[in-house]
């Protein structure tokens, strides 16, 4: 099944953690505590295919006041896809930055209603953190390994982007690349290489026409 991120297109599977396929295609999303539901950063508004998802759970609602699951808010590492069909997400961190590139004056109003709601749960929070610890089921060497990954994934994000920008990455054109010497054909030396930009992607001016002109 395909799930929308942000305005692309993701394949996924039923049972998949939201965040492991966010994580998986390196887009853009929240998780500091590498997906162990503390952090409260990996927040996803669903557009489309709420029914979809798995139930909310008590350990959710220990993190999201009434507003925000009112609002079609849910917590990326506690939810998994339930059933196949088209699921459609914001997550918040993309919905801030869009929000500094073409509202910027809601910036402030949206950051304080969404501390205030973060505020209002934090004796929720703790207590269902202790819970889980008293109960064996917080493991603090599996959250550091995750942290660990989650920071590799967070890197490997950075390199992809620089390369290709935001968005499912293409592949590679490889094209060979034939160097002719002073003396003629018997010095030719061929040399595959692999151009990681897109022809597609190229502005129009540093595109060669294919019946360019040789001088």
């Not at 997400?89 to 004056?105: A, D, G, H, N």
Request: charged share 25%.
């Amino acid at each position: 099944m395909n799930i929308y991120i942000n305005n692309r297109t993701y394949e996924a599977a039923t049972g998949e953690r939201l965040i492991d396929i966010a994580r998986k295609n390196h887009t853009h999303i929240g998780y500091f505590c590498g997906g162990n539901g503390i952090c409260q950063t990996c927040y996803v508004k669903v557009i489309k295919g709420m029914d979809l998802l798995s139930p909310i759970t008590e350990r959710e609602k220990a993190l999201l006041p009434d507003n925000l699951i009112a609002d079609g808010i849910r917590v990326a590492c506690l939810t998994t896809l339930d059933k196949p069909g088209t699921v459609e997400l914001l997550t918040t961190v993309e919905e801030v930055k869009r929000m500094v590139e073409q509202r910027p004056q809601d910036i402030v109003g949206y950051q304080a209603r969404m501390g205030w709601e973060a505020l209002v749960k934090i004796p929720d929070t703790i207590a269902m953190q202790a819970r889980r610890f008293a109960e064996g089921k917080f493991n603090p060497l599996e959250l550091v390994t995750d942290v660990i990954k989650a920071a590799g994934d967070a890197v490997a994000l950075t390199v992809r982007t620089l390369q290709y920008g935001w968005g499912p990455q293409d592949h590679a054109t490889t094209f060979t690349r034939e160097y002719v010497g002073e003396k003629g054909k018997h010095e030719t030396k061929a040399e595959t290489a692999t151009c990681p930009a897109h022809a597609r992607k190229l502005p129009e001016e540093l595109k060669i026409p294919e019946k360019a002109p040789v001088n």
